[in-house]
């Protein structure tokens, strides 16, 4: 049995310690908002934040992940109300399919915040192992700015 911390709740799994922890949160603890894109830490998809960094849950053994805390998407709204950056991508129209946009959001999540005033440059370097097959890119540095606008100009 291996304790995880997912979004501030306590979770026990029985699974292989070297199961990616992707697998963990979308079969076992039936938290499907990361997404399986490309299995070999290319596409951002499954990222989630792991003691406060953004990793890529699809390359991150559980054993890497016990006890610490972990953050996903469903982590972010508070009281049914949307996270600046979910209501920023939602405002700014910043997805297509919306296959890559849960990892996109914990990627934007992770820089605002260590920088929550980033440049178009600094957004377009940190979200750069984030990929969007539909080439949303232009509406995404957009919400990025929003967010920030929203979260820390207020
Ligand atoms: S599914 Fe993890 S980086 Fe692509
Ligand atoms: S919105 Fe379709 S992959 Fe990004």
Not at 16 to 43: F, W
Not at 125 to 130: D, F, K, Q
Request: charged fraction near 20%.
């Amino acid at each position: 049995m291996v304790t995880l911390e997912v979004n501030g709740a306590q979770h026990q799994v029985d699974a292989d310690p070297e199961t990616s922890l992707l697998e963990v949160l979308r079969n076992n603890l039936d938290l499907t908002g990361a997404k399986y894109g490309c299995g070999e830490s290319q596409c951002g998809a499954c990222t989630v934040l792991l003691d406060g960094q953004a990793v890529h849950s699809c390359v991150t053994p559980l054993s890497e992940a016990a006890g610490k805390p972990i953050l996903t998407i469903e982590g972010l709204a508070k009281n049914g109300k949307l996270h600046p950056i979910q209501q920023a991508f939602v405002d700014e129209g910043a997805m297509q399919c919306g296959y890559c946009v849960t990892g996109m959001i914990m990627a934007a999540y992770s820089l605002l915040k260590s920088k929550p005033d980033p440049t178009e440059a600094e957004i377009v370097e940190h979200m750069n192992g984030n990929i969007c097959r539909c080439g949303g890119y232009p509406r995404m540095v957009a919400a990025i700015q929003r967010a920030a606008k929203v979260m820390f100009d207020a």
